[in-house]
């Protein structure tokens, strides 16, 4: 504000920043001592080392030679008249500003009306909720999170596995309501008198080897 542009400038943003964090700073010829002084002492890069950053806060502001002249609270009061008076026809003259500004086309702020309530869910959760979140909340508006797979939730390595194990018996056990399962049609039992089947035995006959001997005389 006391020169007219910022302390370090360059063509891009990423020599703006080294120029920022390794730049000397130059200030133009024209300022007084105090304002250099005050100057320095703000753009310093380390935040503990700038005026106002210790413990003092404010009060070591309002202390540089800088502001020696200014009763700070007959200025906290509002009865100290400004410098300067700007001449306005109305509470909407811009005749202050710059020509190149006042001649753009006007863009206006997003409404918060105009969010739609997918926006307000990726939000949801935070510490900061909106007031237009909260009013959706209460109108009714639940979240539902996304249910994952079983197969996919036994397979992620942080997903802790249930204690219970299942035998491949468990299809032959009742089920839930008591009922033994149906394993398919009983035969009905033979009639009387009839014969059973014979039985084939397990082992069948072998033969005996033997070596062809010739009988004494």
Same mark, same amino acid.
């Given at each position: 504000?006391?020169?007219?542009?910022?302390?370090?400038?360059?063509?891009?943003?990423?020599?703006?920043?080294?120029?920022?964090?390794? *730049?000397?700073?130059?200030?133009?010829?024209?300022?007084?001592?105090?304002?250099?002084?005050?100057?320095?002492?703000?753009?310093? %890069?380390?935040?503990?080392?700038?005026?106002?950053?210790?413990?003092?806060?404010?009060? #070591?502001?309002?202390?540089?030679?800088?502001? %020696?002249?200014?009763?700070?609270? #007959?200025?906290?009061?509002?009865?100290?008249?400004?410098? @300067?008076?700007?001449?306005?026809?109305?509470?909407? #003259?811009?005749?202050?500003?710059?020509?190149?500004?006042?001649?753009?086309?006007?863009?206006?702020?997003?409404?918060?009306?105009?969010?739609?309530?997918?926006?307000?869910?990726? @939000?949801?959760?935070? +510490?900061?909720?909106?007031?237009?979140?909260?009013?959706?909340?209460?109108? *009714?508006? &639940?979240?539902?999170?996304?249910?994952?797979?079983? %197969?996919?939730?036994?397979?992620?390595?942080? +997903?802790?596995? &249930?204690?219970?194990?299942?035998?491949?018996? #468990?299809?032959?056990?009742?089920?839930?309501?008591?009922?033994?399962?149906?394993?398919?049609?009983?035969?009905?039992?033979?009639?009387?008198?009839?014969?059973?089947?014979?039985?084939?035995?397990? *082992? *069948?006959?072998?033969?005996?080897?033997?070596?062809?001997?010739?009988?004494?005389?």
């Amino acid at each position: 504000m006391l020169t007219g542009s910022p302390p370090f400038t360059a063509e891009n943003r990423k020599k703006t920043i080294d120029k920022i964090l390794k *730049g000397k700073l130059v200030l133009p010829p024209y300022l007084t001592p105090d304002a250099r002084d005050l100057l320095k002492k703000f753009l310093k %890069r380390n935040p503990n080392q700038r005026v106002g950053g210790g413990p003092g806060d404010a009060a #070591d502001v309002q202390k540089q030679p800088f502001f %020696r002249h200014i009763n700070w609270d #007959d200025l906290l009061a509002r009865r100290l008249d400004p410098p @300067f008076k700007p001449c306005l026809q109305s509470e909407e #003259d811009v005749s202050q500003f710059d020509t190149r500004f006042t001649h753009q086309t006007p863009v206006d702020s997003p409404d918060d009306a105009a969010i739609s309530e997918s926006a307000n869910q990726a @939000f949801l959760g935070f +510490t900061y909720v909106a007031p237009s979140v909260l009013e959706s909340i209460k109108e *009714g508006f &639940s979240f539902q999170p996304k249910v994952r797979s079983p %197969r996919r939730l036994n397979s992620s390595p942080r +997903t802790p596995v &249930s204690p219970v194990k299942f035998s491949p018996f #468990d299809a032959f056990k009742p089920g839930a309501t008591g009922e033994p399962m149906e394993l398919g049609p009983t035969l009905p039992p033979p009639p009387e008198g009839t014969a059973p089947l014979p039985i084939k035995p397990s *082992g *069948g006959t072998k033969k005996q080897k033997g070596g062809r001997g010739r009988g004494r005389v």
